[in-house]
């Protein structure tokens, strides 16, 4: 039996039989290490090619976007980041300037975060890979999970999602880029090759009611929106309903670069399926969700709520559409009139 | 410039300008989250056909090996394992089964010391590889660093040096080992395949005296024991003195499997540079490594001491053979005699 045969899902299955399950099935590990304090540990294999591409990608931009990937796992734990470790596997003709730019765009991501490169390992082989562990610390009490969401709880949703998806779109086929004004262009483009871990969202999260204790349950959306409230539901075992027209606020936000070139189905498509956005799904009380929209500003918004039916709905509720079931296997089915 | 023309040790260098410089030097990187406690992190990138081979290692084998080597690191360091994380590139024609028995080698050696995978990454390449990162904590005052060794210090390995040499040797060419009893044969193969993190050593270390302060330097010995010398004399900025007889110790464990095969010479260089024994080279005062020698009985040795002269030379007292200086890039010059 081949791992072609079973694929990835079905050889994680497998191994983690190796792993203990009460630390493995959200963003970043959960060690605790003492009374006050946990260890979030995170790691992502980046494969030349597969993860980056010299088209779509310069050395900085993957460097970034291999730093910004670990540290938003660790903001999904609702954790500090403490350092990160670099293995990287060379061919032996690498220019030296590519790793260095690769390493100036790691640096620059995790400065703005005060986070260090802790320490790495440095091998020979014929396929370009980088690994990055990332860990970081977080209390207890403030730990966020994919397991814990409460229904009633609301689905909180940062910034903008498709924006990346639209991004990589423009740099794969600049031609579709011809509408758009130059600015809208860059932003979009920059969403892709720039995403911000949000590490930001975190004190504002703590700061909405600082004298209460409350959980917030939550993943990043590297996986696409929709990705993200299907496994929260499914590790909390419930269910969600997303409104529609809270997700056209999405659109609303990215309307003038992408109304001459993307359908409004298309657009949905994106802001549910894109992914890389490294966005925040959050579930927490709906009252103090609404504080915590209100102190992010525009970027941020409730998008659903958590429910005890455990399917993952999508209502309409102007046009009276039917209601969708969304699934992780299966892409978005187009409304009629969207 | 390609990475070809500067190599490994030109590439650390530029990229050493990325981390922060009190971080690095040492096997794993230490952090100070708290007052009480540091946390070390180590990390390693193992590729198919450099780093591991099917001739002369079963999966189970390289995934223990894998393991072994990171736990040593944090051995090294004093510290005790919280955890580690497994990145895991694969062609998507790797047997399945393959995978698991590499979890398996894995598993086997971290649970002899209650070491969880608490996570990691599973992706598609075209070359198998593994990267590993280990972390753990450590009382900073009981933290292991090269820099720290003090003139007078005595230099303490554990275990047997160049035996895991000896037994990649035997894999390699079967026929060597038919002057060898099988008994004698198999333990030099399993110091090859098995080795042991040495982290049973620590407590006997600071058991040595529990009620006073005092520092004490180090590594392991996984690229050698004239390497773990030379790094820390070199990062204490002081030298030492071996003494050859010190390392016949070494020869008389060893010497029932070895001597119908190897000459004396070839014994010492396997056991200054044969690399792979994942032992631990310890410098501390001379009166407490007296006591920690006797505590681990024979499997420990006083072989030198550390000098303000900084080179690191090996002394032949009984035939009195001019001292050798030994260095990081050049071989062991032979001795006359022996």
Known sequence: MK???IGEQGLLKILQR????????????????????????TTDVLVDNIHFSE????????????VAANLSDIAAMGASPLGITVGLALPIDTQVDWVERLYQGMSECLQKYNTPIVGG???RSHITTISITAFGQVYPNRCIRRHTAKIGDAIVVTGIHGASRAGLELLLNPELGETINEADKQALILAHQRPQPRLDVL???WDVSPDSEFTVSGMDSSDGLADAVLQICRASNVGAVLELQKLEWQKILVSE???NWLTPTQILEYTLYGGEDFELVLCLPSELAEIFVKKIGDNAAIIGKITSNPQVILRDQINKNPDQVLTLNQGFQHFNNS
Chains 1, 2 share one sequence.
Do not use: H, M, Q, Y
């Not at 399950?21 to 946990?38: F, K, P, Y």
């Not at 088209?55 to 291999?66: K, L, N, Q, V, Y």
């Open 3 to 5: 791992v072609s045969d």
């Open 18 to 41: 190796f792993c203990p399950s009460e630390i493995i099935g959200d963003d970043g590990a959960v060690l605790n290490v003492d009374r006050d304090r946990n260890l979030v540990v």
């Open 55 to 66: 088209i779509t990608t310069s050395p900085e931009d993957a460097g970034w976007r291999a």
């Open 121 to 123: 390992d440095l091998v």
């Open 203 to 205: 004190p504002i999260l």
């Open 257 to 259: 670069a992408l109304k």
